[in-house]
């Protein structure tokens, strides 16, 4: 059964180093978190996957890693200058700050009501009841007032400031003049890189429509209230892909990439049944948007909230950056780079004509998919001794560490010296990291690796060489092998170990 609630969760990866809270010593920093041992490993097993199933198994994909700093030009031609904020909303009394919508999404069901009608909106559509809160800033304060909206803080109804939005994108200097307009901005999100190098890539790689580009990197946005451990942060990384296709053939790429997009998650060990998948309603479109759908996963304690958006985002970026340009004069204009200088633009596939190509772009949270895949591999089972273990279900090639080597005894020279050599030659195999483990206590070795979701302990003991060890007689039988612990079934095998690499490649590669 996967994990309950949060706590467990989070728990669980402080305890064991996937993850600890951004700048820690200092008192932390909200919003920002760092991977640990464990933590980087399976992250970039995800981010491997994700590679994999896009890029390498597909025909039709280019790969990119762009800057995270871009030029201003970009972020406000491509819309996000003017409308990347979220509206938000003060509390006089207690001097707190709060993202509007969620606020409001907090408060018990009969003040929420009270807030929709005090608007004239209906619950039923939220999306349009904080539309409303956003176009009427003065009524919305005094709806929030006249129903008993509470600060989550202090738990007492607050005197709420108009909502006003705040920009979420960081700002930072370039250089070292102090010249005001020497700023540029920290990606609000990875695909407006490859927007800029659309055209790089289309000359450098003769592609020609239906094709994608897939970026894996850090984006920024400054969250009014990140909360919920890494789900919402400040610094996050996304894996995106823009797929340029001919306007027209769009919708049937959007279908396409929802069918693909949910059997991948299924792949990592998130099922289909705990995914609903929502048709963003219009009021609540991103600007750049002719539809979406988000995928809502079903987190521990959250419930369902966004793990991925498919947008539609049509002609809309490429569109402006070519207007932008000829607005700038870097292209003579509108016309004539459609016509002929075509520099955001690409030949149609039927008339050969340069179009500005449609774009479906899967946008995956590589955080959340984390903490999705972690909360669907967490079980707790009670063994038949009536103990009780948690153990990281993990699909193998996301786990950590993939096999851990333990000499069970630490002071004899030829059963370290083995397992040594069987660490370095599954390490050899390239399946990811395998672990040479001497901590001492076997038990607990096992324990450690199951819930940080090793699949396979190898041990060595004296039996491996016969000696049978404190009194016993060994089994000649066992003479040149190992143990194998599976960690779903507990089954324990012996393995030879000259078997042994082959053994593990069959069931981990
Ligand atoms: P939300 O509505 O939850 O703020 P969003 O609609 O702004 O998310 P998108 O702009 O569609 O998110 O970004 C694509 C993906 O990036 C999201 O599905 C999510 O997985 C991830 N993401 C976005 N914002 C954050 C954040 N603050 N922290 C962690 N992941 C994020």
């Given at each position: 059964m996967p994990a309950q609630n949060m706590e467990e969760l989070v728990s669980l990866c402080k305890r064991r180093g996937f993850i600890f809270q951004g700048s820690e010593i200092y008192g932390g920093l909200q919003g920002f978190y760092d991977y640990g041992p464990l933590g980087v490993e399976l992250k970039n097993n995800i981010k491997a996957a994700w590679w994999r199933s896009n890029?390498?198994?597909?025909?039709?994909m280019e790969g990119l890693d762009s800057s995270i700093i871009m030029h201003r030009m970009v972020l406000r031609h491509s819309g996000h200058e003017a409308t990347f904020s979220d509206p938000m909303v003060d509390n006089?009394?207690?001097k707190k700050r709060y993202r509007l919508d969620h606020l409001v999404k907090e408060q018990k069901p009969a003040v929420q009501a009270a807030v929709a009608e005090a608007m004239g909106e209906s619950l039923e559509n939220f999306p349009a009841l904080v539309a409303a809160l956003v176009k009427r800033p003065a009524d919305a304060s005094a709806a929030l007032i006249s129903a008993g909206v509470r600060d989550s803080h202090s738990g007492e109804t607050g005197d709420w400031t108009e909502p006003k939005p705040f920009n979420m994108m960081f700002k930072t200097t370039i250089g070292p003049t102090a010249d005001e307009d020497s700023f540029g901005y920290l990606r609000p999100e990875t695909a407006q890189g490859i927007f800029t190098n659309f055209k790089n890539v289309v000359d450098a790689t003769s592609r020609r429509l239906p094709f994608g580009i897939a970026q894996i990197g850090k984006a920024f946005r400054n969250e009014i209230t990140p909360r919920n451990f890494i789900f919402r942060v400040r610094e996050l990384e996304q894996m995106e892909i823009e797929f340029f296709c001919t306007p027209g053939t769009d919708e049937d790429w959007h279908a396409h990439w929802l069918e693909k997009r949910l059997s991948w998650w299924e792949a990592q060990g998130v099922p289909r049944s705990k995914i609903e998948i929502l048709d963003v309603p219009k009021e609540d479109l991103a600007h750049y948007s002719k539809r979406t759908y988000d995928l809502m996963y079903d987190y521990p304690t959250l419930g369902h909230e966004e793990i991925e958006g498919i947008a539609n985002r049509s002609d809309y970026d490429l569109g402006s950056h070519t207007k932008a340009q000829a607005e700038l004069g870097l292209v003579a204009s509108v016309e004539e780079n459609l016509d002929s200088v075509a520099k955001l633009t690409i030949p149609h596939p039927e008339t050969n004509k340069p179009v500005v190509p449609f774009v479906i772009e899967p946008s995956a949270g590589v955080d959340r998919a984390l903490l999705a895949v972690m909360s669907e591999a967490f079980t707790k089972e009670t063994l038949e001794n009536g103990s009780e273990r948690i153990v990281l279900k993990l699909k193998p090639h996301l786990a950590p560490i993939k096999v851990a080597v333990i000499p069970l005894a630490r002071n004899r020279e030829e059963i370290t010296a083995l397992a040594r050599q069987i660490k370095a030659d599954l390490q050899r195999l390239g399946l990811g990291r395998v672990l040479y483990e001497d901590s001492g206590n076997i038990g607990k070795a096992y324990r450690r690796h199951d819930e940080v979701g090793t699949p396979f302990c190898v041990t060595v003991d004296f039996d491996t060489f016969g000696?049978?060890?404190?009194?016993k007689v060994s089994d000649p039988a066992l003479l040149g092998t190992v143990t194998v612990r599976d960690r779903d079934t507990l089954a324990q095998e012996r393995v030879r170990v000259d078997e042994l690499s082959a053994w593990i490649r069959a069931r981990l590669a």
């Open positions: 890029v390498y198994e597909r025909d039709d006089r009394k207690t000696l049978g060890g404190e009194g």
